[in-house]
């Protein structure tokens, strides 16, 4: 157990589909972060929320929406993906948005999109 | 810009015997560098990191890691494996104080008995 939820931890969805994956930490983190791991390439850094805040983007795609409604919860609304978007997606948090601190992963939603 | 590369996508090895997973990073500022670990269906793992001061770092689960500036290297080590070391190892690199984890492809380390 690493502090850090991710549910659901499977989800088959449509093209046409609306879903949102949850991430909750209770660790006291003021940063968290979306990755996408897709098999035979490197962990994309996706989005980060400092203090509820985004800071960064790394030129996601539109059809993927982040929410951060407090410092324990990160949502990721999915609308309208492609087959390509079927990955792991791992969220994370750390002390501060300064990757020099640890950073704790939760176990991932494996997404499926058919 | 910053970029990890692991060489070995895939390490087999037996029981009891020595391994290292290599990593290389490019940066031309000074770097934060870590190994996580993920096993099968699990999130990542910090195993061990790099900040400053001496090069050698020991990590969790006997593994340990050597900065070596000159070779922009930071390679996993660990002197006697288990079946249980079976997983997946990503190395990352952080540039100076900002807030980008850099990671690499993954080395998947498979213990054979």
């Known amino acids: 157990e690493t502090g850090v939820t991710q549910t659901p931890r499977h989800l088959v969805m449509g093209m046409t589909n609306k879903k949102s994956l949850k991430c909750e930490q209770h660790?006291?983190?003021?940063?968290m972060y979306w990755y996408k791991q897709s098999a035979k390439k490197p962990l994309e850094l996706m989005f980060v929320y400092s203090l509820e805040e985004r800071v960064e983007n790394n030129s996601v795609p539109s059809r993927f929406s982040p929410e951060c409604p407090n410092s324990s919860h990160l949502f990721l609304h999915l609308h309208t993906l492609q087959p390509e978007d079927s990955a792991l997606y791992l969220c994370a948090s750390s002390q501060v948005a300064r990757m020099n601190t640890e950073a704790f992963f939760g176990q991932g939603t494996r997404l499926t999109v058919v | 810009a910053q970029s990890v590369t692991q060489l070995d996508s895939q390490v087999p090895v037996f029981e009891e015997a020595p391994v290292e997973l290599r990593c290389n990073y490019s940066s031309s500022v000074s770097v934060y560098l870590f190994w996580y670990v993920q096993y099968p269906n699990q999130g990542l793992q910090l195993l061990l990191k790099?900040?400053?001061?001496?090069?050698l770092v020991k990590g969790i689960n006997g593994f340990e890691a050597e900065f070596n500036k000159s070779q922009t290297s930071f390679h996993l080590r660990k002197p006697s494996v288990h079946i249980s070391d079976t997983a997946e190892y990503f190395c990352a690199v952080s540039e100076g104080d900002t807030d980008k984890l850099i990671f690499g492809t993954g080395t998947r380390l498979q213990v054979f008995p």
């Open positions: 660790l006291g983190h003021n940063a």
């Open positions: 790099y900040l400053s001061g001496s090069t």
